[in-house]
């Protein structure tokens, strides 16, 4: 079931374990994937869409990402997992007929994950940034939104280049989970991040416990980065939220940022995604997001988001939602997203 995946995904991807293969083997699940006999190879993608009805703009159809994942099983205690993206490759507006666009090729991910013991990963190479929920299953496959928050951008490199470890040990039946992570060069292959960093340091700990039917998880994370567009070190602090149980997923962010001579930014959302009981129909699910954003310039936005999330086959994922809010935003369109997710 998709809930149990995304259920699996987002509570264990921002701790320790996104020093292991953060959705790797959830992405393994969603896409199927191929498992090349007993050579250690796995290899799946996903192709994604996005249909965009805003208001007061032309209507536009893009073929948003073709992801390639490869994960190599070296030896039992030693991985090595590439995914590597088309991104906006082609597109259709309104008015403006069929592009092709120029930032496709994009190497999203190439690390080697080494565990000297069952409680500890160390990681090597570019992997997706340890920070909140959201940023390490930001792939549409485990997504409930077309869209992302708008605090899942602008407050923290989405990759790092570098070294990561990762630790996890229980403290009175609570699953505890810390990561460290370090960069010290620019990133590797830029061009999937809206943001990169030069150096960056920061960690993450959550800690999780079973109540019942439910399953609860509280987290705090912090970075401080070397940000390449405009050479000015850049901080960020969060805490993060998830719940689960009955089939519901609750979430919540709050990150607060500062840059070196600039203003200080903020923000957060809450979102919850519960199955519908619809006659004749499985695997349906409605999903409400609020969000609430301080940017550093120009006026506070508050913003929702109303949606569907469907798979109607182990292949095909489809999403429906419709956005609002207070003031117009270039990173938040006013109007109808759909997704159509295909994994192979």
């Known amino acids: 079931m998709l809930a149990a995946l995304l259920t699996v995904a987002l509570s264990v991807a921002p701790s320790a374990r996104a020093v292991e293969p953060e959705e790797t083997t959830a992405t393994a699940e969603a896409s199927q994937g191929w498992r090349i006999g007993d050579s250690g190879f796995w290899v799946g993608g996903y192709v994604n869409n996005v249909l965009a009805l805003p208001d007061g703009a032309p209507n536009s159809f893009t073929l948003t990402d073709v992801g390639v994942l490869l994960r190599y099983d070296l030896t039992p205690r030693i991985t090595l997992f590439?995914?590597?993206?088309?991104?906006?490759?082609?597109?259709?507006?309104?008015?403006?007929?069929?592009?092709?666009?120029?930032?496709?090729?994009?190497l999203e991910r190439l690390y080697m994950d080494w565990q000297p013991r069952p409680d500890v990963t160390l990681r090597l190479g570019k992997f997706l940034t340890p920070f909140g929920l959201w940023n390490v299953v930001r792939r549409a496959p485990l997504t409930w939104t077309v869209e992302a928050p708008l605090i899942s951008e602008g407050f923290f490199p989405e990759h790092i280049t570098g070294a990561g470890a990762g630790f996890q040990t229980t403290v009175q039946e609570w699953t505890v989970d810390a990561t460290g992570y370090g960069q010290s060069t620019h990133e590797l292959y830029r061009g999937a991040s809206d943001t990169t960093a030069s150096a960056a340091g920061g960690g993450r700990i959550s800690a999780g416990h079973t109540f019942g039917r439910f399953y609860l998880e509280v987290g705090s994370s912090g970075v401080g980065f070397d940000n390449s567009d405009n050479q000015r070190w850049q901080y960020a602090v969060g805490s993060d939220f998830a719940c689960t149980g009955l089939g519901n997923y609750l979430q919540a962010e709050f990150t607060y940022g500062w840059t070196t001579g600039l203003p200080d930014q903020w923000g957060l959302y809450v979102q919850d995604a519960l199955p519908l009981p619809v006659p004749f129909i499985d695997e349906l699910w409605g999903v409400a997001r609020y969000e609430h954003f301080e940017p550093m310039r120009g006026p506070t936005l508050n913003g929702a988001v109303l949606g569907l999330a469907w798979r109607p086959l182990p292949w095909l994922f489809l999403k429906a939602d419709y956005q609002l809010s207070n003031v117009e935003s270039d990173d938040f369109d006013r109007g109808f997203l759909g997704g159509i997710v295909v994994f192979f």
């Open 82 to 106: 590439n995914e590597t993206d088309l991104e906006d490759s082609l597109s259709w507006v309104d008015g403006d007929g069929v592009t092709v666009g120029t930032r496709v090729l994009l």
